[in-house]
């Protein structure tokens, strides 16, 4: 059975700090897909990586994959109240039946 | 463009009754997958429509099904409702293209309460 664990699973921190969230698995996946999710309201895809040890940056977000394709990591700088919210990773192995492998999310408050 | 929509927002049932949710996925999405999200067991994959067809399921109880109209709008419906089942329903929609790589395309969901 494919695993993704996230960690940490809850995490506050104040405004203007830094971040890293990890998502981790002894599975290979094809793909990685980070999604935000806010209170009340779907999960809304950030970012998909697709290349062993490729970076992407969305505003103050930075993404890595892994190189072996097994984790992949979310590094926010300067966290502002606006990025509160459910981080979920979601990865995708095209020889899975094409399911999507969820992690539990780790849940982010920054505080004013 | 619209989003995918899903009907309705809110619903309190009681157990022993059933349910129908229903979701409209953006134009041109042909993929529906629907997910159970609870706070202990995160997000949960219940089954994937494509072209009217069931193409992937979770592992649900047979109290759970589905079903996609010509149209791509999907629904589900849980009979028997326990206590178990209250959680947020989403439902997600997609292209369908190689690679599978597609990015999920969330409603907002429907939050089920079971009394």
């Known amino acids: 059975t494919q695993l993704l664990e996230q960690s940490p699973q809850f995490l506050s921190i104040q405004e203007g700090e830094n971040l890293t969230v990890y998502c981790n698995s002894s599975s290979v996946f094809s793909s990685l897909q980070w999604y935000r999710q806010e209170p009340g309201e779907g999960p809304v895809l950030l970012v998909t990586?697709?290349?062993g040890g490729e970076v992407k940056k969305l505003k103050r977000l930075t993404f890595q994959f892994g190189d072996a394709r097994k984790d992949s990591s979310l590094h926010i700088t300067a966290a502002q109240p606006g990025d509160t919210g459910l981080y979920l990773c979601?990865?995708?192995?095209?020889?899975?039946?094409?399911?999507?492998?969820w992690g539990l999310g780790t849940s982010l408050a920054v505080n004013p | 463009k619209a989003g995918v929509t899903q009907t309705p927002r809110y619903l309190i049932k009681t157990r022993g009754q059933q349910v129908t949710l229903s979701c409209s996925p953006i134009?041109?999405?042909?993929?529906v997958s629907w997910y159970q999200q609870t706070p202990g067991q995160g997000l949960q994959f219940l089954f994937e429509?494509?072209?009217?067809?069931?193409?992937n399921k979770g592992n649900f109880p047979g109290r759970f099904s589905g079903r996609q109209f010509s149209n791509s709008r999907s629904e589900m419906n849980v009979s028997t409702l326990e206590l178990g089942d209250s959680a947020l329903y989403l439902c997600?929609?997609?292209?369908?293209?190689?690679?599978?790589?597609?990015?999920?395309?969330f409603g907002d969901g429907t939050r089920l309460s079971i009394l």
């Open positions: 997600a929609s997609s292209l369908e293209g190689r690679g599978f790589n597609q990015p999920q395309h």
């Open positions: 429509y494509f072209s009217e067809t069931q193409r």
């Open positions: 979601a990865g995708f192995n095209a020889g899975n039946n094409r399911k999507l492998i």
């Open positions: 990586v697709v290349t």
């Open positions: 134009s041109g999405h042909r993929s």
